[in-house]
């Protein structure tokens, strides 16, 4: 790196030497050059969104490492409205492809937060997107060698868990105690949630069907790493693990959640002690289980054979309980009036369980090509609807669209109209894309500010990379690519959404993990939830427009918490694309 006397003498003689615009010395960080602040691949799309500044024309890409300008160009003079009114432009730099850490400088304002271009530069991202699970591990004291500075004792061993009053049985009675260890804490809390533990789940095993040989070899320095599994099975099964414990034996009935009767206080896992519970089975939570299970049983068929017969008979058990039961949906409410201890901790209710029904048959079906699943699919509304936790159907499409090579008996046309859809769905996702000020899908329209927006990104980004490897139409990858973009810091905050990656990230999310230890930065690879115009906790926003409702607060449950199903999509597309561009 060269020193600031030679940056100086270097800029000066730009200034004389050229007819470009002059550059100022030392030019401050300038928050109005919004860009992805990890950067970008050699022959990908390069944009940044420039706000305000009317009067400048030109800017200057400067090669940190060579401390020389390396790409001039001029600011688009088309001026597109953001939604709190700002000015935006656009300046594209496409051209330059050789890798290098950059910033981009507007003449005579200032510099972007630096980025990076490379053949691999979303690839640490990647691995902490997936460890931000192994951070998130409950029932095991996590060591220095694989956590670092976030080692912490054990919590939660979860061996002496109650039953609910709420979720007796013939052979549990209320007060009864069962072991239901490990899991993965959910959310900013530590409570641990069948629903959200399902689309959680299947989304990190799609990951891996879908991009399996970029998974061999990616090790994320997890306890497991080494042995023959790769990583992201061995962390996915951590939470497997907790998963077919809440299972009752018995009937095939899953209880909703494991959870205390309220939310522990901002403490460090070892020291929130309070009575944990199964509670309630739900229909809902069942069929998830089950879409989990039969998934998980093909995914790991190789490499845990026993597991995996396991996994598919409590998969078959799951089913045939929500067949007999197909209305038993969790309604907290209702169920706190008629049992004590009331909980209170998040419900993860639904109107209905038609969604997990059609994710449970789908994925039964792809692993076991029994008719009688497919049976309950013939009649399915197949219209795209974007995968959340309370909107699954479509976790059961993609698969059956990965696997339909492999399927003879899946109807052509049927497998014809779902793939219509798909690529509808997603054609309209980028459209409007390259006029909307940000240049992203994902602020095309102002409803997909909802809360966990930035799993909303992310989701969107998933579904452009489905429509990408069906039609090979690169218009998709480049639409998920500025959803990525979006996320990384070309929106309306300048925020990277992901702790510890990029230059402006969040610092203080709402996470017990990261709360309880103020002392150390928070724990990376965490997407939190992003631009929430709900601002449903109270806390003082500096905007109420939908794309600027952020804050960078702990208090700010509803737009700055961490939680599982938000981290997977993410995990998902950073490593998607990674595995595509390599």
Known sequence: MKSKHVLFLSLLLFQLGCKSPTIDLYLPIDESIRLNQIGFYPDQQKIAVVLGNDGVEDFVIWDEEKGDIVYE?????EVTKTLSGYDSRIANFTQLSQTGNYVFVLAGVGKSYPFRIDSHVNQELGKAGIKAFYYQRAGVALDKTHAGIWARPLGHPDDQVMVHPSA????????????????????????KYIVNSGITVGTLLSLYEDYSSYFQELELNIPESGDQIPDLLDEIRWNLDWMITMQDPKDGG????????????????????????????STTATLDFAAVMAQASRVYKAYFPEESVTYLKAA?????????????????????????????????????????RVWAASELFVTTHNLTYWEELVEADQSFKLPSWNQVSWLGYYSLLRHQDSISLLPQEWMATLK????????????????????????????????????????????????????????????ALDNLDYILGRNATGYSYVTGFGSKTPKHPHHRLAESRTDLPPLPGFIVGGPNPGQQDGCTYASSFADESYIDETCSFASNEIAINWNAPFAYLV????????
């Open 73 to 77: 160009g001029k600011i688009a003079k």
């Open 420 to 479: 219509i859809n798909l690529l509808s769905a997603a054609r309209a996702q980028i459209e409007g894309a390259g006029s909307a000020a940000f240049r992203s899908p994902m602020t095309t329209n102002v409803r997909n500010f909802i809360w966990g927006s930035n799993a909303m990104a992310s989701n969107q980004g998933i579904l452009l990379l489905y429509a990408y490897t069906q039609s090979n139409e690169q218009v998709f990858l480049e639409g």
């Open 254 to 281: 899953v209880y909703h959640k494991l959870t205390t009767a309220k939310f522990e206080g901002m403490v460090e896992p070892h020291l929130a002690v309070s009575q944990r519970y199964v509670v309630a089975k």
């Open 316 to 356: 078959e058990k799951a089913w045939n309980w929500a067949k007999n039961n197909p209305d038993m949906l969790y309604k907290q409410n209702e169920m706190n009036k008629q049992f004590d201890p009331d909980v209170v901790t998040g419900a993860y209710g639904d109107s209905g369980a038609e969604d997990e």
């Open 168 to 191: 007796v049985s013939p052979t549990r009675k209320a007060g009864d105690l069962i072991s239901s260890p490990r899991g993965w804490y959910d959310a900013g809390d530590y409570n």
């Open 575 to 582: 490593n998607a694309v990674e595995a595509i561009r390599n």
